[in-house]
């Protein structure tokens, strides 16, 4: 119970954490220009669908944009926040999906601890219907909510009135960001960049990464052989922030406390 209640508190460290970004250079210079244009022609006028202006995870455009985007993400991701098919980018995406994945990871682990909890004490079925946050609060088990904070993007247009507006959102969850890694490196493997001969951080490599260390943590060594619960996590050896690269030879499987102590560390 300790336990769930440490990785419950780690889980709202990771939750406020600035790695969950893709950086301010994100936001495209053209949509800030979009934005701009529109707030100041319109802007009074507006009592609904007001744009969502100069945030830098919106880009204001035409209905077609919008389209477009929902039917091509990647592509229109990728041109409209300035995510280009660039080695230092796809870098970047990579190491946002590792903490996207610790993010899914502690949730998932959080999730599995409160049924074996519930397993144990094995509490009549009405409390567990109508109670349970009561009852958990009252055991001494720190609840945590399931969400996550994914980075999301937004395709917005609103039309001149402000009567009309529709949106395209892309969510950065594990998925999106491994076809976005995917999206990027095939066109950087096109101009015959590094990416080709090195591995994609992806949730693939990342459960390859825990085979090959045998769910073993290689900071302290305990396993889940040990702990069935243990949470564990995929850590670049040599930071993203200072080069390091996705490659097996950088990688390792750390549980969650050894990963928070060097994270803390060393700050992104
Ligand atoms: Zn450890």
Known sequence: MEEHNQIAGYLDE?????????????????????SFENRSAFNYQRDRNVSSGSASNVHTCSLQTVRNASNDPLKYLSKYFNIKPEESRLTQVEALGAEVARLEGAVRNLSEREESLLASFDPPRFIVEHYWDRFMAKVGVRLNSVEIPYPEYIFEYVSAGGNSSQVARIILDTETIDHLVFFLAEKIRFKRSAAGQRALMTARLRSEIKQRDNFTCQ?????????????????????????GLSVRENLQTLCWRCNRTKSNRLPA
Do not use: F, K, N, Y
């Open 14 to 34: 990771l939750r406020r954490s600035e790695r969950l970004t893709l950086g301010t250079s994100a936001a495209g210079s053209q949509s800030h220009l979009a």
């Open 219 to 243: 900071g302290c060594g305990v396993s889940v052989m040990v702990e069935p619960h243990l949470l564990l996590e995929v850590d670049h050896i040599i930071p993203v922030s200072r080069g």
